[in-house]
Nanobody
Framework: VQLQASGGGLVQAGGSLRLSCSAS????????MAWFLQAPGKEREFVSG???????FYSDSVKGRFTISRDNAKNTVYLQMNSLKPEDTAVYYC?????????????????????WGQGTLVTVSS
């Protein structure tokens, strides 16, 4: 599976961006999808995810500001980011995890994701 992330850019604090991640697979609906960020000098950390049956998960730092969604017909997951803060500045990566049939669990651990996109840079100026 190849993942292609897009939508990053430079925005002022309080602004919005929408990230997109398209997947090259005919079985996109089988995958848990997630977004992680990595700031300079820091570890990669979970931002948001959406399970194969639609459950949505957020880190405490973005809850109420970011919204994740998926369009299985377009093999795409989106991250709508509102009320952006300078501390949101990072490279954002989308990731995918294929699960066995009837496994509807969700993980926030990056080691659970087998496929990664190339990353898209989000810069929020103060």
């Amino acid at each position: 599976v190849q993942l292609q992330a897009s939508g990053g850019g430079l925005v002022q604090a309080g602004g919005s961006l929408r990230l997109s991640c398209s997947a090259s697979t005919r079985t996109f609906s089988r995958y848990n999808m997630a977004w992680f960020l990595q700031a300079p000098g820091k570890e990669r950390e979970f931002v948001s995810g959406i399970g194969r049956i639609g459950g949505k998960f957020y880190s405490d730092s973005v809850k109420g500001r970011f919204t994740i969604s998926r369009d299985n017909a377009k093999n795409t997951v989106y991250l709508q980011m509102n009320s952006l803060k300078p501390e949101d500045t990072a490279v954002y990566y989308c990731a995918a995890a294929d699960l066995p049939d009837r496994d509807y669990s969700f993980s926030r651990d990056s080691s659970s994701y087998y496929y990664w996109g190339q990353g898209t840079l989000v810069t929020v100026s103060s």
